[in-house]
């Protein structure tokens, strides 16, 4: 080739890059115009969702998707049977810390990486901080799961936990079956326009500020052991006959003509005659559907029509109407114990702390209602701090109906966590129990609003490391892939997904390598520790605006919280002291449940049908007698306006990190450190949510703010070290009645 034809050539080849950098703008100009399309269709297909007779065919077809691209868009519209989509899922479901799960110890290896090709991820920087010293002496083994401890879960609808009434210090420790698990995999965002939908807000749903005030309901409080009934400000005696729902409602409308609400204090009516059922859940509908004359199952009306009775172990709901007037007034039967443990207090003390928690509250919020639930209530007074100003005056929006089931499958409530032998000896020197007061308050300063912005590995590898420790300061959510140090002798501090009843552990072994999603503040406590940085690959992100949408809320519901817990210690009459405690508590379950409710899990509807009449599809019967089936189906996602899963990943992200690594601050000052990182190695026994146990007392200061460790328990060794919830429960109860009986304050 000589110099001219090379010329030619060159100015050939320039044509040609022209000609191909216009088709590459056409192109990407006709792609990003595809993009937003497909963006757009996304969106209409699952806002048809919204449409109770929506069908996925026709969608499908009307659309031109598949038709597992229309239920991967739109989950709601799957048409397949409920029970044939749980046999699919079981070993990839994801629990969130359930509380109904059985007591039993669980020995679970931590998750081993397994040798497959692994998705490309970005180093996270190591976030320094300073050290303090902690001794170290003790090698790292596995540590096992156990069932979440009741009284500390976050979530709507609790489960008690039998304990044992014989002490169990003084027998010989069960042994420990052995349950098997394995890795699960946890969802991921998927990529193109279906993920666009992860970065999205529900379409016309939004958190707004009520204009109206909730009407309150004519409220009775009944012991069904005595019949004793607290109107007003009277105390009654009724015959209540056999303590059937027809008989006690009957008894109490006799006396209280216009009662709307009645709360079971002590008694509990629907245990009654249980050991002839197979399951508590059995007796409780059965006792819920007895057959009355007078009275019938409310329906209510509308979205309502079928919630009928709310079938639960410990804490059911009974609604009423009249059987001449089935569509007319609905009379309730509750627990007290959604509230509150009475712990014996008489119905005029509980009707009391419902005084006081009312006029608590009204202090903050000048139209306060006491609803049927905490939950109810917490989210009810939420919506009353909602801003008229700023940003988000016109309400915060809700997120998509994808990203929401991303949340709530991969972001857990509380820790829940029994280490065993050899971590921690088989005979423990002491058990000591410490509990964080009032713990979720302290984590509602700050919480992620709007709508995500997606971090892939690639774009948090092009950060600069400034930039990647901002994004993980920040109200955040990660899929990373952790690697415990070498060396590591201490607690697991992020957790990992598996198969069996836990559905997470909190693996410790160093060199153990797992996949998960964590939120910010773990993320960051794993980088940052004073003992030794993890590695963290970052394998995608979701970073929110950080925000305070909780923040008034959650200072309105401290400082009522205060009031009542400083009149419950300085009141000169008894009873008073006794409600204001118990009122008190009652304000812990409008925030701890509240905060719950945000979750907004996928709805189980409850509901009757007469023999003979079709049922409904997809249910699942809980039981049945001679006149009703009762059943319970999933019915998905509500257009619930207070639904933000997000604010409650990120409070409880927060509190279990809290668990691990607390800082006491005067000002900007960190005057104290406390958990279980502070601690020395092989000395902590089991986590439980807001609670650790250890072998040992620990010099953390108790200020009696939100937050702070309380000295709850501490019982003299040698202890046999518990294995199971069950055990630790009645040894945690024996500490706590030996620290009480020496007198012994916290320092």
Sequence with gaps: MDRQTYTAELAGLRELRTGIGQAEKILAAAQKELDKLAAQRARKVAGLAGYEKADAATVAKASGLTLADVVRIAPLLDPTPAAVRAAKSEDQAVAVAPAAAPAAPVQAAAPVAEPVPQPAGAVAPV????????????????????????????????????????????????????VESGPRELPTIPEGPAGARFEAATANLVSKRPNFTQQARATVFLDAATGELAVRDQVLRLTLGAKSPGEILDAVLATAPGTERIYVTAGAPWHDGSERYSTLKDAVAAWLNTPSDRWTTAVGSGRDKLAGHFVHQRQPVGRYASA?????????????????????????????????????????????????????????????????????????????????????????????ELILPPRVPEQLPALVEYDRTFAYAKHLWKSPVGT??????????????????????????????????????????????????????????????????AGGAEVHLALSNHIAPWKVEVLDGLVFEDGKPLDEWGKKLKAAWADLTNLSRI?????????????????????????????????????????????????EILGQDEQVVTWQRQAGFSRDPSAHPEWSAYVWSGARAALLD??????????????????????????????????????????????????????????????????????????????????????
Excluded at 139 to 168: K, L, M, N, T, Y
Excluded at 369 to 386: A, E, K, N
């Design 127 to 178: 976030l320094t901080r300073p050290a303090p010293g902690v001794e170290q002496p003790a090698p790292a083994v596995v540590s096992a799961a156990v069932p979440s401890e009741v009284e500390d879960q976050a979530v709507v609808a609790e489960v008690s936990v039998e304990v044992p009434a014989a002490p169990v210090a003084s027998v010989a420790a069960p042994a420990r079956p052995a």
């Design 324 to 416: 001449a007037s089935p569509e007319g007034p609905v009379t309730e039967i509750r627990s007290m114990g959604e509230w509150f443990d009475p712990d014996g207090a008489d119905v005029a003390t509980c009707r009391m702390a419902f005084t006081l928690l009312w006029q608590a509250l009204r202090r903050h919020w000048d139209d306060a209602v006491l609803m049927g639930s905490p939950s109810q209530t917490g989210r009810d007074l939420w919506t009353r701090t909602i801003p008229t100003k700023g940003k988000w005056a016109g309400g915060y929006p809700v997120l998509s109906e994808e990203l929401r089931g991303l949340l709530h499958a991969t972001g857990g409530q509380g820790r829940t």
């Design 452 to 517: 995500p912005t997606r971090i892939t590995a690639a774009a948090f590898a092009a950060m600069t490391q400034a930039e990647q420790a901002k994004a993980l300061m920040s109200c955040s959510h990660w899929n990373v892939r952790v690697t415990v140090p070498a060396g590591w002798n201490h607690v697991g501090l992020l957790p990992a997904p598996v198969t069996g009843e836990r559905a997470w552990i909190y693996p410790s072994d160093p060199g153990a390598t797992f996949t998960t999603w």
């Design 571 to 619: 009141h000169g009459d008894e009873r008073q002291r006794t409600a204001a405690y118990l009122a008190s508590r009652a304000v812990r379950s409008v925030l701890l449940f509240g905060l719950g409710g945000f979750a907004q899990r996928p709805r189980l509807v409850t509901g009757t049908t007469a023999h003979g009449e079709a049922l409904p599809a997809g249910v």
């Design 662 to 747: 607390m800082k006491y601050r005067d000002g900007k000052e960190v005057v104290a450190t406390a958990g279980a990182l502070h601690a020395k190695p092989g000395t902590v026994v089991y986590f439980g949510t807001d609670a650790i146990a250890l072998t040992e007392r620990q010099p953390w200061p108790y200020r009696g703010e939100p937050g702070d460790y309380l000295l709850k328990g501490h019982l003299t060794g040698p202890v046999p070290h518990p294995v199971s919830q069950e055990h630790y429960l009645t040894l945690r109860g024996q500490g706590r009645a030996e620290l009480a009986a020496k007198g012994a304050e916290q320092s």
